[in-house]
């Protein structure tokens, strides 16, 4: 394997450090992913030859459990199902790109996959994936979890949530999210400022929000009429 000298990235954020590695084969990027093996923080993520490697700090990580969180309390409360990945990694040689995203998730296609060790090459993608970057990123997530076939990316920078859906090949950048599409983006902001101050407290205003919804939605739903 060719030894690559990292290029690191000042920054003034403590999101995460990040080192970058490039001109590197699919094979040497297998090579470091084993060699640095499962039981680790650092998150690696390949794209045609660029290995990037994220070590997320205390920022990033809180921003990333609280998110996965939300997600979790909206999928309970409205009786969906769900399969969790968290950072599972997301290879696929034959696009010569791979992922360890902060969270992954099947929702819409749990039933696929319930049970199950997932295999890419022939288990479908996971339906909606979360990365927080609030540092640079060299690396072009869009156009990587768009190729891997992820329906729905979300991406948080700290202070803005930006939600993505899969066009085709590229993703169009949309106001709600396809998976939740009565929670408005105030909802996320206003969950996350109040786990800031007490985690207990923000779940339990969400549930009660999302029955809200829930019963809402329902009573707004006319029962079919009788026929004559």
Same mark, same amino acid.
């Not at 034959?94 to 696929?112: F, H, M, N, V, W």
């Given at each position: ?8 990235? !000042? @920054? ?16 040497? +990027?297998?090579? =470091?992913?084993?060699?640095?093996? &499962?039981?680790?923080?650092?998150? %690696? ?7 990037? =490697?994220?070590? !997320? ?13 939300? /997600? ?12 969790? %990945? ?8 034959? %696009?010569?790109?791979? &992922? ?6 099947? =929702? ?11 295999? %890419? *090459? ?11 970057? #609030? ?11 768009? &190729? /891997?076939? #992820?329906?729905? $990316? ?25 998976? $939740?599409?009565?929670? !408005?983006?105030?909802?996320? +902001? ?9 985690? =207990? ?18 009573? *707004?739903? @006319?029962?079919?009429? !009788?026929?004559?």
């Amino acid at each position: 394997m060719v030894i690559v000298q990292p290029s690191f990235k !000042p @920054t003034q954020s403590i999101g995460e450090q990040r080192v970058i590695f490039r001109s590197l084969s699919w094979q040497a +990027y297998q090579q =470091i992913l084993h060699a640095v093996g &499962a039981r680790r923080s650092a998150r %690696l993520i390949y794209d045609r030859g660029t290995l990037e =490697i994220t070590m !997320p700090l205390e920022e990033h990580e809180f921003y990333s459990e609280l998110i996965g969180r939300f /997600i979790y309390f909206l999928v309970s409360e409205l009786g969906q199902k769900i399969k969790s %990945l968290g950072s599972t990694t997301l290879d696929r040689e034959d %696009l010569d790109r791979g &992922a360890e995203p902060d969270k992954a998730y099947y =929702i819409q296609t749990q039933s696929k996959v319930a049970g199950k060790k997932i295999d %890419l *090459n022939r288990d479908p993608p996971p339906d909606l994936v979360v990365e927080v970057d #609030i540092t640079h990123t060299d690396i072009d997530k869009l156009s990587l979890y768009a &190729a /891997i076939g #992820i329906s729905e $990316f979300w991406r948080y920078q700290g202070q803005v949530w930006c939600i993505y859906q899969r066009d085709g090949d590229r993703y169009q950048e949309v106001e709600t999210s396809p998976t $939740f599409p009565f929670v !408005p983006k105030a909802k996320l +902001y206003e969950f996350l400022a109040e786990a800031e101050i007490d985690e =207990i407290q923000a779940e339990q205003t969400l549930r009660q929000w999302a029955r809200q919804q829930k019963q809402n939605t329902q009573s *707004n739903i @006319t029962p079919n009429s !009788p026929r004559e």
